[in-house]
């Protein structure tokens, strides 16, 4: 039996023949669709429509929707692959698309009563935008202290509050919205909508300046006596928690491909700079002290990335995988973040101050070592 196993099992990072295929795709479009636009999505702080209609083209909108509503009926393991390397280009674009598959299909799909799946998957899988709208001002970590209110009238619900920080604000017309109707029940009273941004008092609000994925919209929405269809209700009433910290258990493993594209693409950045940059009479990439940054960051991200597709093997294969989505979301966080400063600080006075002028961190590592070993 252990033998049996073993003749089974496969490295991590080796995939099938369709996933390759598929990563290829993916990457392809994003060098070809993506790359030449990133720095005016950056600067305008807007993906155009144009672009998400070339990715609901190319089918990375609807990932795990059936076939039957519209969808590429894949696994959760190819929507990991198309976020990430879609991340390794633009992130704003990978958290978009990250969004869409791996927490509003997610939801639809898993609490979606055939009503509903057929009236919005087939939506989503065509040219449909989705948000997922949870924290607010006073709740973001302590998200069930949510304060926005359902109140049932006859066949429908009223909902009134504000969202805040909602990712695809902007773009998105179907927001997944959770809401009490009853505070005083805590967690309890919290149900899911689902709200069209057309419907009656349903506005999107302001959307942040942000300093990172500028291109991603994140936008305040406001709820004053939006009137929701009571077919619209995703799941129990009352069980709205549940299909939040379910969701966002997948959620966390989208974020970690966001975050191991975004660290690939950094380093890769770092590497072709470093072997162009001429200091002391050549390449900055032949002094031994960045040969030994460039390879940490390689390694660190080698790992992250194992963390984030074990949790994504796991979820697919319908194992636990909760420990190992909170461990990918924390790991490839902070990668990126190393790799991503790392990359700034090799790009030299082109991208930071402090630790560059007047002598970089690795001249004054030079002094000191030289000081300290006489
Ligand atoms: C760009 C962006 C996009 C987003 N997109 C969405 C979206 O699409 N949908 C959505 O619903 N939300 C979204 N959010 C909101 C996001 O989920 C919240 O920012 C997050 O949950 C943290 O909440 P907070 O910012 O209020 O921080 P807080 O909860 O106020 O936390 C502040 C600090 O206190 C610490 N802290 C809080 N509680 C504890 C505790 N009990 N013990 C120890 N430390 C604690 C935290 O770790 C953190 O360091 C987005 C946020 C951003 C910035």
Redesign the pocket.
């Known amino acids: 039996m252990a033998e049996q196993t073993l003749e089974h099992a496969q490295p991590l990072t080796v995939l099938a023949e369709d996933e390759v295929l598929f990563r290829d795709s993916v990457r392809e479009f994003a060098e070809a669709q993506i790359r030449p636009h990133v720095r005016e999505m950056d600067e305008q702080a807007k993906i155009p429509r144009a672009l998400l209609d070339k990715l609901f083209d190319l089918g990375v909108m609807a990932i795990e929707i059936p076939e039957t509503y519209g969808g590429a009926g894949a696994s959760f393991f190819h929507a990991v692959l198309a976020v990430e390397e879609l991340s390794r280009v633009d992130p704003s674009v990978g958290v978009l698309v990250d969004?869409q598959n791996t927490l509003v299909v997610n939801a639809l799909l898993r609490w979606g009563n055939e009503d509903i799946k057929r009236r919005y998957l087939t939506r989503l899988a065509a040219s449909t935008v989705g948000?997922?709208?949870?924290?607010e001002a006073g709740s973001?970590?302590?998200?069930f202290a949510l304060t926005t209110r359902a109140r049932e009238d006859g066949d429908h619900y009223v909902i009134s509050g504000r969202?805040l920080?909602?990712?695809?604000g902007n773009e998105a017309d179907v927001f997944l919205v959770f809401a009490t109707i009853n505070p005083e029940a805590g967690y309890r009273g919290i149900t899911a909508f689902i709200v069209e941004r057309a419907f009656a008092g349903f506005t999107v609000g302001k959307k942040e300046d942000?300093l990172g994925?500028r291109a991603?919209s994140?936008c305040e929405l406001i709820f004053d006596d939006c009137r929701v269809p009571k077919a619209n209700v995703l799941g129990e009433v009352g069980k709205g928690y549940k299909s939040a910290i379910e969701t966002l258990n997948e959620g966390r493993i989208g974020i970690g491909a966001q975050m191991i594209g975004l660290a690939a693409g950094a380093l890769e950045h770092a590497i072709k700079y470093t072997k162009e940059r001429k200091q002391f009479g050549k390449p900055i990439a032949e002094f031994q002290a960045v040969q030994h940054q460039l390879a940490r960051a390689a390694m660190e991200l080698e790992a992250a990335r194992l963390t984030v597709y074990n949790a994504a093997r796991l979820r697919d294969a319908g194992k636990p995988f909760l420990t190992e989505a909170a461990i990918c979301k924390i790991f490839s966080s902070e990668v990126a973040e190393r790799v991503a400063s790392l990359a700034v600080n090799l790009f030299g006075g082109n991208a930071k101050i402090g630790q560059i002028y007047e002598g970089t961190s690795n001249l004054q590592l030079q002094t000191i070592a030289k000081q300290i070993l006489g």
């Open positions: 969004v948000a997922y709208a949870l924290s973001g970590s302590d998200a969202k920080w909602i990712t695809n942000k994925i991603s994140t």
